[in-house]
């Protein structure tokens, strides 16, 4: 009879973890990530700072909802304000009038680049300020917008066309990086933005 030798406890070769492990984490990171960025632009495109006011008078009026909101916008460069307005949709004269303010120092040119976050090609707004119209057609890239103010000023913008499903969120870009504006899902809506030039 032969006995056989007791056999040792061993190591066993070290497998390879596998690639289904790292995949799975990074695929949770990516999911984590994804639901915080749109709870993020969720409750920054629709802010509970908004103030909805109703507008009074007559009755279809006072379905008209206004949403207000802060922007600081940088300013063009007084030597610049002749290539800013070349531009623009204002009419030759509006643009003398402007410049002739310009130069005298009662109103400041200030650059506010808007989109449609959505990336749609195709929404139009009006943006109003300082009793001048702009009728501009968004797309999913940012578009110059010139606008003449004075120090602080009121920016309207109101809807041309019919807002896309679930709502137009735009976006523009300030002073202090891109911002999302309240949204609007109405031809009876409107944002009031209070602008301060820097």
Known sequence: MTVQPEPKPQLLPKQETSRSHSLWAGGTLLAVASIGAG??????STPATAALSSTSG???ASAASTFQANAQLSMIAPGDAPKALAGTSFTE???SRIMAAVQRGDMRLVEMPVLDGAGVTGQTIDVTVSGLTQRIVLTGQFQRLVLPIA?????TIDPVTMPHTPAL????MTALGPEALPSLTALNQR?????IVQ
Do not use: M, R
């Open 39 to 44: 709870a993020f632009f969720f409750t920054h």
């Open 151 to 155: 120090e602080a000023a009121q920016v």
């Open 58 to 60: 007559n009755p279809t």
């Open 169 to 172: 969120i735009i976006g523009a």
């Open 191 to 195: 944002i009031v933005l209070d602008v």
């Open 93 to 95: 004269e509006q643009k």
